[in-house]
């Protein structure tokens, strides 16, 4: 493993710096230096200081997410056009077409994807740390930016419930195995949680038939499940992290989805029916259940209306 954390010890020593840093702030308030839950609080800082710093992402994530709503009438009509041809060279036409369509529109489906593709090299550093952890206390290897020899050592004297930081699943003992089973399964959960809410309430209809849409929903079951099966052999902290970030991804997409909801989809109907219900002013053709974006509007067959003259007129309404 000394080349990975060759490749990721420049993140290794800022994820040490902002551990020391908030681990100095908790000591300074009262909190004992070797103490567990002073350690899970300052990972729990670690996290808030990344997921603050990820908050550009989020916003284009978002964005990117309300083109591809926007974009459905031209995704449909492109699978309208290669309907029923199954040949090689259609489905690498139709394919080629829906790349063009977005790049020209400047939006993925995989754009959903991004924040957790970020996080992991955060994610594995962080790991890295806590497994060196050891190796530091004892002197066998140089300080991780702030996690000094002293920090080390009071990092590996700490504990929750008894259990190390550093310590996985698949340590020996009933309450690590415990503990770090009910944080897996919480973690899993959130992940699916957060997925299933954003499927649920955040996508219109025509979003949600998209073919693209169906790999998606494997990710929605793959990942808690890749996740819960890879926790086994996360540390504690390491646990604590992804378990504060799931939830700070939770409530900032419940926030999202509530105030600023997908064209179209089911949360955007609720949130017209709040507006209605404390008497806002509501467009009446929204109240139905539309805010139909501009693009969906019906378009007209192309034919000119051919000028009827006078007696032609006289005649059809006898």
């Not at 004297?157 to 008894?162: R, T």
Request: hydrophobic share 45%.
């Amino acid at each position: 493993m000394d080349w990975i954390d060759s490749l990721l010890y420049p993140l290794q020593w800022v994820v040490a710096w902002i551990l020391a840093i908030f681990h100095d702030i908790f000591t300074a308030l009262g909190l004992p230096a070797a103490n567990g839950w002073t350690w899970v609080l300052s990972i729990a800082g670690l996290t808030v200081v990344i997921r603050a710093l990820l908050i550009p992402l989020f916003v284009y994530q978002i964005r990117a997410q309300r083109k591809m709503q926007l974009l459905q009438p031209e995704i449909q009509r492109l699978q309208a056009k290669y309907k029923g041809k199954k040949d090689q060279y259609s489905r690498q036409a139709m394919a080629e077409e829906q790349m063009s369509l977005f790049r020209d529109n400047k939006t993925s489906p995989w754009a959903s994807c991004l924040p957790l593709l970020v996080q992991m090299p955060i994610f594995f550093s962080l790991f890295r740390v806590i497994h060196n952890m050891q190796a530091v206390a004892e002197g066998r290897i140089d300080a991780i930016g702030g996690l000094t020899q002293e920090l080390a050592q009071q990092a590996e004297e700490s504990s929750v419930f008894g259990v190390s930081l550093s310590a996985t699943f698949m340590d020996p003992g009933i309450t690590v195995k415990v503990l770090t089973a009910v944080l897996i399964i919480i973690m899993a959960a959130t992940m699916f949680i957060t997925q299933k809410q954003m499927m649920a309430k955040n996508m219109s209809e025509a979003a949600m038939a998209n073919p693209m849409m169906q790999s998606q929903k494997m990710l929605l079951y793959i990942m808690p499940v890749v996740f819960g099966i890879g926790g086994i052999y996360f540390p504690l902290g390491v646990l604590f992290y992804w378990l504060v970030s799931n939830t700070w991804t939770m409530v900032q997409q419940h926030m999202v989805i509530r105030n600023m909801p997908a064209p179209g989809s089911k949360a955007e109907k609720e949130m017209l029916e709040r507006k209605a219900r404390k008497g806002k002013t509501v467009p009446q053709a929204e109240v139905k259940g539309a805010a139909v974006p501009a693009e969906e509007a019906p378009k007209s067959s192309g034919q000119r209306q051919q000028p009827v003259s006078k007696n032609r007129k006289k005649n059809k309404k006898r």
